[in-house]
T-cell receptor
């Protein structure tokens, strides 16, 4: 149990589907992150939320839409994805402030068919 | 953006051997972190380093914060099969909350 829970663990969706990934943390952290991890590529930061405000969007296509309703929950809404979007999507959280590491969830393995 | 150069990209070793890997940058970092990712899981924090020259151990793992603040090293002694995974370095620069990650070192341990 890492303290950061991601659901579902696996997701297969068609290119015309709409789905959502969920992330939940009960560590009292104020910052939450979405990362994309593709084979043979480094971790790609997608979005950063700090105190429920989006503070960073790293040129992510609009077919990915994040939502942070409160400091414990983070969603990634998906629509009209492409096969190249297939990857492991990792959620992480941290306390705000310099000097802390991130706690990662186990990820959602997404396959777009 | 800032990048960390992590070497080697992959390692194949025999059980019982010691392992060394490193992470370098052209810029100064104030924090260095080492993570391990098991297959199908998210990265888990192994060791955090906060001061130049700091040497910290976690069981058979030892990590060092380089004196120049531009590099960090991770050593694993007497490797065992469960050490298999991908090891990531991560760094944080002064005034930034954001972590920069290396590309990872994939470790394979042969029994």
């Amino acid at each position: 149990e890492t303290g950061v829970t991601q659901t579902p663990r696996h997701l297969v969706m068609g290119m015309t589907n709409k789905k959502s990934l969920k992330c939940e943390q009960h560590l009292g952290h104020n910052a939450m992150y979405w990362y994309k991890q593709s084979a043979k590529k480094p971790l790609e930061l997608m979005f950063v939320y700090s105190l429920e405000e989006r503070v960073e969007n790293n040129s992510v296509p609009s077919r990915f839409s994040p939502e942070c309703p409160n400091s414990s929950h983070l969603f990634l809404h998906l629509h009209t994805l492409q096969p190249e979007d297939s990857a492991l999507y990792l959620c992480a959280s941290s306390p705000t402030g310099i000097g802390y590491g991130y706690t990662f969830g186990s990820g959602t393995r997404l396959t777009v068919v | 953006g800032q990048q960390l150069n992590q070497n080697p990209q992959s390692m194949f070793i025999q059980e019982g051997e010691d392992v060394s890997m490193n992470c370098t940058s052209s810029s100064i970092f104030n924090t260095w972190l080492w993570y391990k990712q098991d297959p199908g899981e998210g990265p888990v924090l192994l060791i955090a380093l906060y001061k130049a020259g700091e040497l910290t151990s976690n069981g058979r793992l030892t990590a060092q914060f380089g004196i120049t603040r531009k590099d960090s090293f991770l050593n694993i002694s007497a490797s065992i099969p469960s050490d298999v995974g991908i090891y990531f370095c991560a760094g944080r620069q002064g005034g930034s909350e954001k972590l920069v990650f290396g590309k990872g070192t994939k470790l394979t341990v042969n029994p």
